[in-house]
């Protein structure tokens, strides 16, 4: 018999690389996310930690706009009985110092956040000229303005792509106290001075300040956003969508991304046949950014990949270890089975596995375990090279999933638990499928395992937003979710 007695391939053929990272990725994927489920794949939350993180580095930016900001000059005329029409002008007027030191956040659950800046102070330096027409004088003027406070909303949304948005509302500054030094030789024109240059400059910094904050939001807020990743091509066939199914939700210790989280096809989408379970999980205060991976995450890999193509490997003997003193041939599998060697003695054989439905993930508390099923059909290959079917066995893989971070990227390490056999067809005729297990469990520990192991240990990438660093990285499986805990830095 030929190749055409081999089981038929559900799509188009796709090499072996491809099975076994398909494996791979049920069980560490490159941490994306979908489209049609209701409930999220997975859920980000920003804890107070991160939050505050975030605002100190909106004020820091502010801070530094402050800093380098231009101040018009202040000019004008006045008429003074003796001196009769004066002419003022203040100019050069430079920011040479800024402080905003003392910020609080405000969750408003399932509003915003409000953020209050108070004890904040402004430095700035000028010259002053005054003339008419029996006077001329100039001199330098130092204004020193304590007791800046600002408050304003961050309100959150999502766009038409998915991506996270978040707008300044309500702002409003307030300056308490604002003193102003003059120098110069006609010192008697110091409280003039004063008295022009004071309600200009606190109605020029009260506006300005709300004003510098929405320019930050639309210069530096929106396009980081917008870099915010919202789905992720993994080859030709395979995609993940991870946008927001619903905008972020603040609550009472922080802010939630409900994120799709599924894998779909990118030639054909459809929807996932089972629902994504509900997130329910708690936050800790000693990291930034948690993320719970639902079961439903990780299931709609198996089952996407498993349907634009099989999860089928062929086993040889070339693929067995060179010192190895086993060999895939009718000479071995006939002590097992010695109808094998007696019908077909001394010839090579092959192995084909294909999986007969999408590999399942399950969460327990601190363990995580691959399910997969499928057929193991045996063939002799005679001496001209075609194959004949020797007998076909079902089987049902238990693996135990070691998951881990490197560089940035999840890893992971699998590690065979059980296999369990039972004899389907046989053209050999009947034989205990029993006599085949230390083999099958040989030929999975020593050849399939180890090839996608190694693609699990080159690890995933994570999709980091621009200009986004992780540190302090933990993994921890709980029951029917991963959790996965950052600090993050931004560059």
Known sequence: MTDDTEPKRISSARPAKFALETMGAVC????????????PGFEGKITTKGIDYGCQIVMSVLQNRLLYMKIPDISGSKRINFLHKLQYNIDRITITNVNLPDMRIILIPNMGLKVAVSNGYIVTNGNWHIKSKILRAHGAVRAQINGISISFYLKFGKDNM?????????????????????????????????????????????DKICLELQKILSEKIHPFLHTVPVTK???????????????PLVAKDSVVLPLKGEFYNLLNRTNIPFPAPPLDFSVG??????????????????????????LSINITDDMLPKNSHIHLDTATIGTLIPQVKKMYPIMRMKLRLVTDSAPSVAFLSGKIILTTSGDIYAFAILPNSTLTPLFN???????????????????????????????????????????????????????????????????????????????????????????????????
């Open 233 to 247: 091509k993994i080859d030709k066939y395979v995609g993940i969508d991870y946008s927001l199914t619903s905008p």
């Open 285 to 310: 205060h000693d990291r930034m950014l948690y993320i719970g991976f639902s079961e439903y995450f990780f299931n709609t890999a198996g089952y996407v990949f498993n349907s634009v193509g099989d």
């Open 162 to 206: 998915g991506r996270p948005t978040v707008s300044v509302t309500d702002c409003a500054s307030y300056i308490s106290k604002l003193h102003i030094y003059v120098s110069g030789k006609s010192s008697w024109l110091y409280n003039l001075i004063i008295s022009w240059f004071e309600p200009s400059l606190r109605s020029y910094l009260n």
């Open 393 to 491: 066995v079902k089987l049902i893989a238990q693996i135990t999933t070691t998951l881990g971070i490197k560089d940035d990227k999840i890893t992971g390490q699998l590690t065979l638990d059980r296999v369990q056999l039972s004899l389907k067809k046989s053209n050999i005729g009947p034989f205990p499928v029993s006599c085949l297990q230390n083999g099958i469990d040989f030929l999975v520990s020593i050849i399939i395992l180890p090839r996608v192991n190694a693609v699990l240990a080159d690890g995933y990438p994570l999709p980091l937003i621009n200009h986004i660093k992780l540190s302090n990285l933990i993994v921890q499986p709980h029951k029917n979710f991963l959790l996965f805990a950052t600090d993050v830095t931004y560059n």
């Open 28 to 39: 560490i994927s490159n941490f994306k996310i979908g489209v049609w489920a209701a409930t």
